[in-house]
């Protein structure tokens, strides 16, 4: 080598770590600069591994070549990297050095070898691989160091050079493997952070490698797999950002296994985890997810509390619509390519195939997931006109769904149209969001996030609505196909031969797509009368309309609510409603009813005709008239329909009752129709169990229970035939009924009284007269609740805990019991199945008792009696359990106590419930503290002997947990301390933890007690010290008014400071003086008296502090006193003390005092 070409090497490599540096120090300010630095980097790097030396050997040995320039690079990196292993996490700058290093390694790799290198054997490495091993041999120890920090950075580079390297070898491939396995289960999660990124590059080119491990080797079969580890982090571990960490690596690719673990963490509880689950989600195509997972997906997408997942699951719908286009990939002759791809998209989207994606009858998802999509882009919407008869040829349920959510925009987009101001994200957040947790959630936000809406204006597309007569041509239309297929499926036995596609289950199909059709077309009908109020002839039409279609044979009952909204609508007012709905019932069944009476009044003439013409003689003839009438009556008795069209109409009736009763208030001016509905309708189908006609049990009893329901229903709207209800009911609870029908019962007779509350005081016998003479004057409600809560059946336990939370939370009635027995079923192990019970008193045990202090005080005085009781039967079962040598998951003691006293407290009041005096509920827990310590000498006395023995010390446990007010009464605050002070003394406990708690529950009375005396004595100090502090201030402030102020100024401004503290300040600074004259007289300072001349101030705001003339007189007096004998003492100390001059240190005598 050239002289001139050494010393550039030596000069190269010199100066190599300084350029590093630099680069590295530029790197790590901003991320913008990386790509270009990455290829300075890159290009010193095939500098440096130009330079090499010969090295010499020994004679018949080959020089060797040693890599200079690799070396002097290597080093130099790895010192300036270790800058930042003891780098905490959070620092920008180390994290853009990783960064910087891994795009350094990605386009180090992705660089050709030079020419020579090429020409080498393929074995031998080339400088960017041994530089990739070396850094890699650097960064493993690390990896395992002591101190968390160098993990974590290692780690993370580690992590960031998987990412960039496009393969590895087995031996560096194994030992990554393993450190990163280690890293995964660290005890820092910001590790397994780092670690898991790494795991899940790791898995994507293992999956990709090996995707079927049938033909693993007996080696690889013991090691575990990367992917099975990357699921247990992204299931199991506790901190968010690990989970965010493990989903990229199972994302990609999905498989059978890891798909269902990605769906599952859309309802993870942390919003990044959410997110981003979303996010990867959108990777798959719509074909791949069933139709019960996208239903999933949208649910929990759309359904989600936070607006960035619910604008990532918009993103996700979107794709999948994108995906029912017709758009075949060309690029459109636009500037903007990406924008005008997705006009085309957008134009192309089939909506009704999109729409078919989703199970319709699945709820509302498939239309907030249309809605979503609209409010993504609303466009796609353009061209949709339903004004024209031929967009109603071809019908489907998803072209109905369509029509329905179109309408309910344009409608709600039109701030003449809808009650919501022409908002339709109002419109869609408060009657349409079904499945979210916030009924009042935006379902713009689902798309905007936390940018400002942008406002879906559809108003303008009115007049491509269809006018109400054409709807109701559509509906009529529609209606008859029903009808057509239905009787085709009740004759048609078989698939006709030479028709395919009519087979019994296809015409059973096209009967469900109709009813699902009509159903929405009468949604539709109901946002087409609210935005068409003036289309008087319309709505006559659909009035007619609606009206036929409820009496005829094959309406389908599911479709009431909807046709009986669609009445309401068109009506009138309630009274036109119930005209058009109840009156033909009625009218029906009082026409049944007479036929009935005259069917059997005919049956007795026909026997007494039979009769007659069995005794005439055989020579006599019977009149023509009479056989004919005989004839007649037997004829009409074979036209009376069949039992079974009986029961159907029967039940029909009760349901359109049930829906009418449901939707308005009952007029008070037909009551009388109620009667006689309850006496001709619901009273004959209470009885179908009585009556033996060959129908199904299944039949008779949805008829039993929509007749109860009828029953409750008429009674709420009717308190005179609350009474009768609430009778039979009773009854049926006595077992006047099959037992299968109680949880009906129990709601019936809860609705009753909770309309009536007057009921809550009756007693059996008021109510039922043939009631047992031993129950006749006992109050029927608490006899029933008891009765069934003590019921095996888990329906009625919840159906009857619910009933009395409506009853407590209401305060229309309140029993001590009922409420102890709730707390027992609370806590008791055996009511853990009864998921429904527990839910229901987990929320209404805080509702109740933070609500009110009332509702908190009610419930303190059971607390003491309930853990009496749950205490030992929380012993049996530990016992049982341990003799069988069972792990038991009870609840502890202890643990029952502190939820029971932390409902007690008054510090959990809301605010609103907050007494406005402190008073009225500080005495909760003072007098539950003096129930508990009853019972706990109650129970020490009666020893062992006594079953709720084990319950003393959880007492003793609860009395430490009380919040004992520190202004509880001074009386109770004794009988506090001589209670507890008798049981340590003369009933001692034997359990030792029971001892010590009673003894801290006493050192912390005795703590309150001397916090009030030193509150009470420091109370009267600091009075004193204001006190003499005014009077000084009073004094400076007035030297030159001394002639013209009065003794009496100074104290009426004396007692004007002292008022602003309060009236209890200047109380008790009166009581204590007061108390002073009394036993010592009048004060006197010397030989000077003072006088006892009240005050003539004429100020008249005294009055609050003072109640009477002679306090106020009083307090003028003991405050004036007060500052004179306060201004004489201290004159007499500043006589006394020594003055001397500044300067010298003699002293002068005594200074002259100014006159004050």
């Known amino acids: 080598m050239p002289s001139h070409a050494k010393q550039t090497a030596e000069e190269f490599l010199s100066s190599l770590h300084d350029t590093l540096a630099a680069i590295f120090q530029g790197a790590q300010t901003s991320n913008a600069s990386h790509k270009r630095r990455v290829n300075n980097l890159c290009k010193l790097h095939q500098e440096a591994a130009s330079y090499t030396q010969r090295k010499q050997r020994g004679r018949g ?48 790799m992705g660089t050709p070898d030079d020419e020579n290198a090429q020409d080498e054997d393929d074995e031998e490495e080339t400088p960017k691989e041994r530089f990739l091993s070396k850094l890699v041999a650097h960064v493993l120890p690390g990896c395992r160091a002591k101190d968390k920090t160098p993990r974590f950075r290692c780690s993370q580079l580690l992590s960031e050079i998987l990412r960039n390297v496009p393969s590895l070898d087995d031996e560096l491939y194994a030992s990554i493997s393993e450190v990163l396995l280690e890293r995964g289960t660290d005890r820092e999660w910001t590790i397994r952070s780092a670690a898991s990124i790494g795991l899940g590059v790791l898995a994507r080119g293992e999956a990709a490698q090996d995707p079927d491990s049938d033909d693993d080797s007996d080696e690889e079969k013991d090691r575990p797999r990367i992917a099975s580890v990357l699921q247990a982090l992204c299931q199991y571990d506790l901190h968010p950002h690990v989970r965010v960490s493990c989903l990229p690596g199972l994302a990609m690719p999905l498989n059978a296994s890891t798909l269902p673990l990605l ?160 908002n339709v994200s109002n419109f869609i957040g408060n009657t349409t969001y079904s499945f979210g947790p916030n009924s009042t959630m935006n379902m713009s936000s689902s798309v905007q996030g936390s940018t400002a809406m942008i406002p879906l204006d559809l108003s303008k597309s009115i007049d491509l609505l269809p006018v109400l007569t054409l709807q109701a041509f559509n509906i009529q239309g529609l209606f008859n196909i029903l009808v057509q297929s239905v009787a085709t499926v009740e004759t048609l036995g078989q698939e006709l031969p030479d028709v395919p596609g009519t087979s019994k289950e296809d015409m059973e199909d096209q009967v469900e797509d109709c009813i699902y ?46 046709t009986l909204a669609l009445l309401l609508k068109v009506a009138d007012n309630n009274v036109d409603f119930t005209n058009i709905v109840i009156k033909p019932i009625l009218d029906d069944v009082t026409r049944e009813e007479r036929r009935k009476d005259r069917t059997i009044s005919r049956r007795y003439t026909l026997n007494a005709k039979k009769r007659a013409r069995e005794s005439t003689d055989d020579d006599q003839e019977v009149p023509e008239d009479a056989e004919d ?33 449901e939707l308005i208030e009952w007029p008070q001016t037909q009551q009388e129709s109620l009667r006689q509905l309850q006496k001709l309708l619901v009273r004959p189908a209470l009885t179908v169990y009585a009556t033996d006609t060959g129908v199904s049990a299944t039949t008779k009893g949805m008829i039993f229970d929509s007749a109860l329901k009828s029953l409750g229903l008429i009674a709420v709207h009717a308190e005179t035939l609350a009474l009768n209800a609430l009778a039979f009911c009773i009854r049926g609870t006595l077992g006047a009924i099959p037992p299968g029908h109680s949880n009906k019962v129990l709601e019936c007779i809860s609705d009753i009284v909770m309309a009536h509350p007057k009921m809550t005081e009756m ?150 419930a907050q007494p406005k005096e402190p008073g009225d509920t500080e005495n909760n827990h003072v007098q539950l503290a003096i129930d508990m310590m009853e019972k706990i000498e109650l129970l020490i006395k009666n020893g062992d002997d006594d079953p709720a023995h084990c319950s003393i010390s959880p007492l003793c446990y609860g009395l430490n947990r009380l919040q004992i007010p520190a202004r509880v009464t001074a009386d109770c605050l004794r009988k506090l301390i001589s209670m507890v002070s008798d049981i340590l003394t003369n009933h001692t406990p034997d359990d030792k933890a029971a001892f010590k708690q009673l003894t801290s529950f006493e050192a912390k009375l005795r703590k309150i007690k001397s916090k009030r005396k030193d509150s009470d004595s420091e109370g009267s100090v600091s009075e004193n010290e204001i006190t003499l502090k005014s009077a000084k201030t009073t004094k400076a402030s007035g030297k030159r008014k001394r002639d013209s102020r009065s003794e009496s100024d100074g104290g009426s401004n004396t007692h004007r400071i002292a008022k602003k503290r309060g009236s209890l300040s200047v109380q008790t600074q009166r009581t204590a003086n007061e108390a002073s004259d009394s036993e010592a007289g009048p004060k006197t300072h010397g030989t000077r008296p003072v006088k006892r001349k009240p005050n003539t101030n004429p100020e008249t705001h005294d009055q609050e502090v003072l109640q009477s003339k002679r306090g106020k007189e009083k307090a003028r007096y003991v405050i004036s006193s007060f500052i004179e004998n306060s201004y004489l003492h201290i004159h007499r100390l500043r006589s006394e003390v020594p003055h001397s001059t500044s300067g010298s240190g003699t002293d002068t005598g005594p200074r002259k005092r100014r006159r004050r």
Not at 63 to 80: C, M, P, Q, T, Y
Not at 526 to 544: F, N, P, T, W
């Open 263 to 422: 769906l599952s963490r859309t309802r993870d509880s942390d919003t990044g985890v959410r997110k981003m689950a979303f996010r990867l989600l959108q990777q798959v195509p719509v074909r791949g997810f069933s139709v019960a997972q996208r239903s999933l997906l949208v649910k929990n997408g759309l359904g989600d509390r936070e607006a960035a997942v619910r604008a990532e699951s918009s993103k996700l719908i979107y794709q999948w619509a994108v995906s029912c286009s017709d758009y075949t990939g060309g690029e459109p002759a636009t500037s903007n390519v990406r924008q005008g791809r997705a006009q085309k998209q957008e134009s192309k989207i089939d909506l009704d195939e999109f729409l078919d994606l989703f199970d319709l009858w699945d709820g509302e998802v498939a239309e907030e997931a249309l809605k979503a999509l609209v409010y993504k882009r609303p466009n796609i919407l353009d061209g949709l006109d339903m004004s024209q008869a031929e967009f109603w040829s071809d019908f489907s349920p998803s072209k109905a769904l369509l029509a329905r959510v179109y309408t309910e925009l344009v409608t709600a987009s039109a701030p003449s149209m809808n009650p919501y101001g022409g």
């Open 629 to 661: 009438d005989l004839d007649d009556e037997e004829d009409e008795e074979e036209e009376e329909p069949s039992i079974d069209e009986q029961m159907r109409t029967a039940y029909l009736r009760l349901c359109i009752l049930n829906e009418v009763l």
């Open 517 to 562: 059709s009509l159903g929405e077309m009468l949604k539709m009908t109901r946002s087409l009368v609210q935005g068409m109020e003036g289309d008087e002839m319309g709505k006559r039409k659909i009035k007619a309309l609606a009206g036929d279609l409820l009496v005829h044979p094959y309406f389908p009952s599911t479709l009431l609510s909807s």
């Open 61 to 108: 040995q080959e020089d060797s070549i040693v890599l200079i320039g690799e070396k002097a690079f290597n080093r130099a990196f790895w010192d300036i990297t270790m800058c930042i292993m003891d780098v905490k996490k959070g620092v920008i700058e180390a994290d853009r050095t990783v960064r910087f290093i891994g795009t350094f390694i990605a386009a180090l």
């Open 763 to 912: 007693t059996f016998g008021d109510i039922v007269k043939e009631a047992p003479h031993e129950l006749s004057g006992t109050p029927f409600l608490p006899v029933l609740l008891v009765k069934s809560l003590q019921a095996e059946n888990t329906e009625v336990q919840a159906t009857t805990a619910l009933g009395i939370c409506k009853l407590f939370l209401c305060g229309i009635w309140f029993n001590d019991e009922i409420m102890e027995a709730l707390v027992l079923l609370y806590f008791l192990p055996d009511t853990a199945p009864n998921t429904s019970l527990r839910q229901c008193l987990s929320y209404f045990f805080p509702a109740f008792c933070y609500s009110s202090s009332t509702n908190q005080s009610r419930f303190s005085t059971i607390v003491t009696g309930a853990i009496i009781k749950l205490c030992p039967v929380y012993e049996e079962l530990r016992g049982e359990a341990e003799a069988n040598d069972e792990a038991t998951a009870l609840i502890q003691p202890e643990r029952v106590i502190s939820i029971l006293l932390d409902y007690s407290d008054p510090g959990n009041l809301v605010e609103a």
